[in-house]
Nanobody
Framework: QARFVESGGGSVQPGESLSLSCVAS????????VGWFRQFPGKEREGVSC????????NYSESVKGRFFVSRDNDKNTVYLEMNSLKPEDTAIYFC??????????????????????WGRGTQVTVSI
C-alpha cells in the first residue's frame, strides 16, 4: 500500500526544535496539498498544518501558529515541518497525508480529514523535562 514515510521525531526538552520530513516514493505529490496531522493518546487525529500543491499558501492550527513552519520540495517528493519552541502539549504522533479525494486537491482550504490519503505510519514527538 502506497504511503508517506515520516521521520525526524524524537524526544526533546521544552523550548527545543525538531524538523520532520515526509517522503513519498510511490506516488507524486506535485500539485497536491499535503497536510501534517497529529494524534494524542486516546484522541482523534487533528490538523496541524497544510501546504498547497505549489507551496504558495499554507495554514496552521492556532496552537502551533508562529512556532511551526511547513515547506515542501516537489522535486524531492518531500514535505517538511519545522517545529520550534516545542511544548509538552506538542507530544503526539505526527502524520502526513495528501489531499486526494477533493476537487480542491491543490489547496488546503476547507479540507476535511476524510479527503486525505496515503497516510504514513507517523513519527513520535515527545517533549518533556
Amino acid at each position: 500500500q502506497a504511503r508517506f514515510v515520516e521521520s525526524g521525531g524524537g524526544s526533546v526538552q521544552p523550548g527545543e526544535s525538531l524538523s520532520l520530513s515526509c517522503v513519498a516514493s510511490e506516488f507524486p505529490i506535485k500539485d497536491y496539498a499535503v497536510g501534517w496531522f497529529r494524534q494524542f493518546p486516546g484522541k482523534e487525529r487533528e490538523g496541524v498544518s497544510c501546504i498547497s500543491g505549489r507551496g504558495i499558501s499554507s495554514n496552521y492550527s492556532e496552537s502551533v501558529k508562529g512556532r511551526f513552519f511547513v515547506s515542501r520540495d516537489n522535486d524531492k517528493n518531500t514535505v517538511y515541518l519545522e517545529m520550534n519552541s516545542l511544548k509538552p502539549e506538542d507530544t503526539a504522533i505526527y502524520f502526513c497525508a495528501e489531499r486526494v479525494a477533493s476537487v480542491l486537491y491543490r489547496m488546503c482550504d476547507h479540507g476535511t480529514l476524510d479527503e486525505f490519503g496515503y497516510w504514513g505510519r507517523g513519527t513520535q514527538v515527545t517533549v518533556s523535562i
